[in-house]
């Protein structure tokens, strides 16, 4: 049977192709992948400096401006930068987003406990302002333009879960 498929259809919904062919299916299962990911020499230092309590930022020596998170090269002055200054660990809220929609986390291949907060942090010091979460959900409690602060996961590893969630300065 050939179906017309309309232009507001969920293509992912389909079985047959518009000539009336059956969609084939596949399920291959779990899979599971062991692999290290080479990080480089800015992710390393920026890491390592988490794992001891600090946000490591590049800076610019051609415009002073300051990366963080950490990049190479100033897109501005297209130089490269090797100067690194400690920021943070409070600054300012920039923006946010309460999620309420569970998606799967890449981090351990389950559903994310819903809801959680995005924000985009400004830390003191830095030009650029950064993505994490805040343990704050209620959005008539979070202002741009607020405090925040760092809050440090006890056990930290060289990742950026060793900030467990920024919070608000009271
Ligand atoms: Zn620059």
């Given at each position: ?5 309309g232009i507001?259809?969920d293509k992912?919904?389909r ?6 062919y059956?969609?084939l ?12 990911w ?6 390393t ?6 794992k001891e309590?600090k946000?490591l930022?590049t800076?610019?020596?051609?415009c002073?401006r300051?990366y963080?998170?950490p ?7 297209f130089?490269?930068?090797?100067e690194?200054v400690?920021?943070?660990p409070e600054g300012?809220l ?5 999620v ?8 351990h291949?389950?559903m ?22 805040c343990?704050?959900h209620?959005e008539?409690k979070?202002e741009?333009g607020?405090?925040m ?11 950026i ?9 009271k």
């Amino acid at each position: 049977m050939i179906k017309r498929l309309g232009i507001y259809e969920d293509k992912r919904k389909r079985t047959h192709t518009p000539e009336g062919y059956e969609l084939l299916t596949h399920s291959s299962g779990p899979i599971s992948y062991d692999f290290n990911w080479h990080l480089g020499y800015y992710w390393t230092y920026f890491l390592q400096g988490l794992k001891e309590k600090k946000f490591l930022a590049t800076k610019c020596h051609q415009c002073g401006r300051v990366y963080m998170l950490p990049r190479q090269v100033c897109g501005r002055c297209f130089v490269e930068m090797n100067e690194w200054v400690e920021v943070g660990p409070e600054g300012v809220l920039e923006g946010f987003t309460i999620v309420r929609f569970p998606y799967v986390d890449p981090n351990h291949g389950g559903m994310k406990e819903v809801p959680f907060t995005s924000i985009w942090v400004k830390l003191d010091g830095a030009d650029t302002r950064m993505m994490h979460y805040c343990n704050e959900h209620d959005e008539t409690k979070l202002e741009v333009g607020m405090r925040m602060r760092a809050v440090w996961a006890e056990e930290r590893k060289g990742s950026i879960h060793d900030v467990a969630y920024f919070e608000i300065v009271k």
